[in-house]
């Protein structure tokens, strides 16, 4: 029983028959436009009159209806007054059927109000007029035989009571009926929804694409700008020369990484930002120098024709290669890091090959351990690749060695 009585008790019962007066409210502009066929046939009957105008009354309504302003605004209100959880319409405009929905929406949200204004107004004007007899009322209420005159006793007290009851059971109904009509009429159609899916898609895509060239592009200087300022401060008394060898390596790499990190800011804001920072195979000599500087021990076997991999393909491989030798800096077990890449008439070999601990596979060496761990190094490279039409690997190769590989196809590249 008290579940039944909630509803009447609740704020948002009554923030809903107000949003329904709302509707009913700003439809009365529109009437007097409805009347004017009335006055071109003054002779017409007063039920054909009455029925015109309320025709026309409708049609002027589901016209307004029509404008996107409408359907935004219907939106907001509803959000607001009847705490339905809406979303913003499509950027696009609907079509065929679903453009006739928001009219539809209207027509009903200005009937409901109409209706509740009207018997709720009456019901409260019943329940405060008998028990007092206010206005000097001589009219009474006749049902079945049984009338109740205005200050009649007890039993207009009950019809009174009865009546304000009635008045919150009718606010009940219609803000549940605009509650449940809101998300079929105003929330997005299904032609909406795939609309605000693909959009959603591409704003992750866009995101993830510049998660991965954070991870790649930044997470490395920063690796090698550590792992550099860490030798300096090792060598700085024995050896002020690669101190400040190391120093001006950390200078680059902070340098890159500041590149790096306007462009993508400048995507995040959605504003014009510098061109992407391209780097190719053919700036892997540099990579190679900024890992040198950190105390790595590169050998580098480069083959084939490395320059005639271009566009995609020859940012991708880059970007393939920063994160294996990243990753060999930050969990390798120290000494050398062989790095290949051979650029055949199909096929683009990667390999970066490192040590590792025999005992539990992974790294021992100064980076284990100092560095912490997204876990999407190796996930956002296999799915660099796999985008690419390449083959991944990735895993111990003997009992010393951790070895990354890859094989992308040339003729995909653009």
Not at 211 to 224: F, N, R, V, Y
Not at 322 to 341: D, F, H, K, P
Request: aromatic letters at 6%; a positive charge.
């Amino acid at each position: 029983m008290i579940r039944g009585i909630r509803p009447l008790l609740s704020g948002s019962t009554y923030a809903g028959m107000l949003f329904a007066y709302c509707g009913a409210l700003a439809s009365i502009p529109l009437l007097p436009f409805a009347m004017l066929p009335t006055l071109a046939w003054p002779s017409a009957p007063y039920g054909v009159q009455a029925a015109l105008t309320l025709l026309v009354w409708a049609v002027l309504i589901g016209v307004v209806g029509l404008a996107r302003t409408t359907r935004r605004a219907l939106i907001a209100f509803a959000r607001r007054l009847l705490r339905v959880p809406l979303p913003d319409p499509a950027p696009a405009a609907p079509t065929g059927a679903d453009r006739l929905r928001t009219p539809l929406w209207l027509l009903l949200h200005v009937a409901l109000g109409w209706t509740g204004a009207l018997v709720s107004g009456a019901l409260v004007l019943v329940g405060l007029t008998l028990p007092f007899g206010w206005f000097r009322a001589e009219a009474g209420l006749s049902l079945f035989g049984w009338s109740v005159r205005p200050g009649g006793g007890w039993q207009s007290w009950a019809v009174a009571l009865v009546s304000l009851l009635l008045a919150t059971v009718v606010c009940a109904v219609v803000a549940h009926a605009l509650r449940w009509l809101a998300p079929r009429l105003l929330g997005p159609s299904a032609a909406e929804r795939l609309a605000l899916a693909a959009e959603r898609e591409q704003r992750l895509a866009a995101r993830n694409r510049l998660a991965h060239e954070l991870h790649d592009s930044i997470g490395h200087t920063l690796t090698a700008a550590t792992i550099q300022a860490a030798v300096a401060g090792e060598v700085l008394a024995a050896d002020p020369v690669a101190a400040r060898a190391a120093l001006r390596s950390i200078e680059e790499s902070a340098r890159a990484a500041l590149e790096d990190l306007d462009y993508v800011l400048g995507a995040l804001r959605e504003e014009k930002s510098e061109p992407a920072p391209t780097r190719t195979l053919a700036d892997l000599p540099e990579l190679f120098d900024r890992l040198r500087h950190a105390g790595a021990v590169v050998e580098p076997e480069l083959s084939g024709d490395l320059a005639q991999v271009q566009g995609t393909l020859s940012r991708a491989a880059y970007r393939i290669l920063q994160e294996g030798l990243t990753n060999a800096l930050r969990y390798g077990a120290g000494g050398s890091i062989a790095v290949r890449a051979a650029a055949g008439p199909d096929v683009l070999a990667l390999d970066v090959v490192n040590r590792i601990d025999p005992e539990t596979n992974t790294g021992t060496g100064p980076g284990r351990g100092t560095f912490p761990t997204s876990g999407h190094g190796l996930p956002g490279l296999a799915e660099r690749v796999r985008l690419l039409h390449g083959e991944f690997e990735a895993g111990p190769d003997g009992p010393l060695h951790w070895r990354l590989a890859v094989r992308l196809p040339v003729r995909l590249s653009t």
